[in-house]
């Protein structure tokens, strides 16, 4: 079965950089979209930004618009989220998530947790201040 597995976080100063890879053990389907959120503690997970694979559409949280850029390149079957300008609210694990199609959901906006099967084990990324 596919597997994600972030990586890429780590501890960087406000206004500072960081990419996060997210990437398959295996190829996906081209037609799946994917996803990533976050979540920080006592806090339910929240949703960061997400692609389609198949047109490469993008969707963006209000909070991470214009800081952050999803990306994908298919040939390494891997995702990217380049955080830009980032601030300590930004602290957080970073999960990515697919969409498979392996299951029936009511879900159908790219925001919606339950919309994606597949999720990876998060990855931390600590904003300082």
């Known amino acids: 079965q596919v597997q994600l597995v972030e990586s890429g976080g780590g501890l960087v100063q406000a206004g500072g950089s960081l990419r996060l890879s997210c990437a398959a053990s295996?190829?996906?389907?081209?037609?799946?979209?994917m996803a990533w959120f976050r979540q920080v503690p006592g806090k339910e997970r929240e949703f960061v930004a997400a692609?389609?694979?198949?047109?490469?559409?993008?969707y963006y949280a209000d909070s991470v618009r214009g800081r952050f850029t999803i990306s994908r390149d298919n040939a390494k079957n891997t995702m990217y989220l380049q955080m830009n300008t980032l601030k300590p609210e930004d602290t957080a694990v970073y999960y990515c998530?697919?969409?498979?199609?392996?299951?029936?959901?009511?879900?159908?906006?790219?925001?919606?947790?339950?919309?994606?099967?597949?999720w990876g084990q998060g990855t931390q990324v600590t904003v300082s201040s």
């Open positions: 998530a697919a969409d498979l199609g392996l299951r029936s959901t009511t879900a159908t906006m790219y925001h919606e947790e339950d919309l994606y099967d597949i």
């Open positions: 295996q190829r996906t389907f081209s037609s799946s979209d």
């Open positions: 692609i389609t694979w198949s047109v490469g559409r993008t």
